[in-house]
């Protein structure tokens, strides 16, 4: 039963925003590749929209969070609380955020529709396999996270 709560508090945090940036992600690349013609221009700017549109709906998400708890216990929401927030995000996410940015999402976004020959499905299929690299150690920072701050 706890492995299945688990799979649920991942599920509500990731899956809105990992919904809206697949989305978002995979117009911006569309759009650059019908503009340019460069699919490696495309690859890269498909995946910074990815981070940019994730990474605010999940920032929008905890600092929301955090301001209700602040409000809930009458505490004022300023600097070291927004701190907080942040650095939060930062040792969920930055590790595989590195990889996945620098490495892992624009290869599998290149690679994949040049190797099935399709472009939006390629790039969606290589954004799905990117993912599964990202989240694994996401959601174990996630975790560490939560038990130790």
Do not use: Q
Request: charged letters at 20%.
């Amino acid at each position: 039963m706890k492995v299945k709560n688990k799979i649920k508090e991942w599920i509500r945090r990731y899956l809105l925003a990992e919904i809206l940036s697949t989305a978002l992600s995979l117009a911006t690349a569309w759009v650059i590749t019908r503009t340019t013609g460069n699919s490696v221009i495309a690859a890269f700017a498909g995946s910074a929209m990815a981070s940019i549109s994730f990474y605010g709906i999940i920032a929008y998400n905890d600092v929301r969070k955090s301001l209700k708890h602040h409000r809930k216990h009458e505490l004022s929401y300023g600097f070291v609380a927004y701190f907080k927030d942040l650095r939060d995000l930062i040792i969920e996410f930055g590790p595989s955020e590195i990889l996945d940015v620098l490495a892992v999402r624009p290869f599998f976004m290149y690679l994949i529709p040049k190797i099935i020959g399709e472009f939006v499905l390629g790039t969606f299929i290589g954004k799905m396999i990117a993912d599964l690299v990202f989240f694994v150690p996401a959601i174990v920072m996630y975790e560490v996270r939560k038990k130790y701050l």
